[in-house]
Each structure stands twice: as structure tokens, then as C-alpha cells.
């Protein structure tokens, strides 16, 4: 049974960090890029940053360039996004996803498989 698995959400003062993991199994992610959207109450989900199947290549919203970072280990089959100077802006419940589309797209459609979700609360 293909899964992904979100961890690691939680409540932090603005400014601080918080480093989200995302497990899968049922498939090997090395044939996959990978990407975090987020989705806030009442706004549609947003892309937030992609990762290519090997770690050569990825791409930022423009809102998080510069305080988020993604990786991937594909031999433990899961990628990770490392978020900085959090902003209550930042608030929303983050997934990952994975999609065989050869592009990074920011495209919530062009991605194949979705964790459930886990909550992250920068506050004020």
C-alpha cells in the first residue's frame, strides 16, 4: 500500500524553526519528485518548494526562498523541509507529494501520491 507519512508539525513562536519529515513506503521514492505544499483555512493548497528525483535540482515558492529548505534520502526513502524564521504567514497544514512529471511543477495536479497532513503554527 503506497503511503506517505508527515511528521514533525507543531506550534512555534515566529521566528523560529521546525524541520518536517515525510516517510513513505509502499513505493521507492527514487523514481519521484517530491514536493511540500501547504494549505491554509479557506485558501486553496499552495506550492511550497520541489525536489527532483536525485537531489540535483530544486524550486521555491518565492515566499519561503531564502528560510526553507528541502532535501531528500533516498536510501531511507524520505525527504525532509527544514523552515526557518517561521512567520505566522507560514501557518497552514503542510503536505507532501510525489509525481513522476519531469518538471518541478507548482501544480498540485501534477503530483501522483499525498500524506495526510501535519498542522504548523508560527505564532505572533
Known amino acids: 500500500q503506497v503511503q506517505l507519512v508527515e511528521s514533525g508539525g507543531g506550534l512555534v513562536q515566529a521566528g523560529g524553526s521546525l524541520r518536517l519529515s515525510c516517510a513513505a513506503s509502499?513505493?521507492?521514492?527514487?523514481?519521484?519528485?517530491l514536493a511540500w505544499f501547504r494549505q491554509a483555512p479557506g485558501q486553496e493548497r499552495q506550492f511550497v518548494a520541489a525536489?527532483?528525483?536525485?537531489?540535483?535540482?530544486?524550486r521555491y515558492a518565492d515566499s519561503v526562498k531564502g528560510r526553507f529548505t528541502i532535501s531528500r534520502d533516498n536510501a531511507e526513502n524520505s525527504m525532509y523541509l527544514q523552515m526557518n524564521s517561521l512567520k505566522p504567514e507560514d501557518t497552514a497544514v503542510y503536505y507532501c507529494a510525489a509525481g513522476q512529471n519531469p518538471l518541478l511543477g507548482t501544480d498540485p495536479s501534477r503530483y501522483k501520491y499525498w500524506g495526510q497532513g501535519t498542522q504548523v503554527t508560527a505564532s505572533s
Open positions: 525536489i527532483s528525483w536525485s537531489g540535483g535540482r530544486t
Open positions: 509502499g513505493f521507492t521514492i527514487s523514481n519521484y519528485n
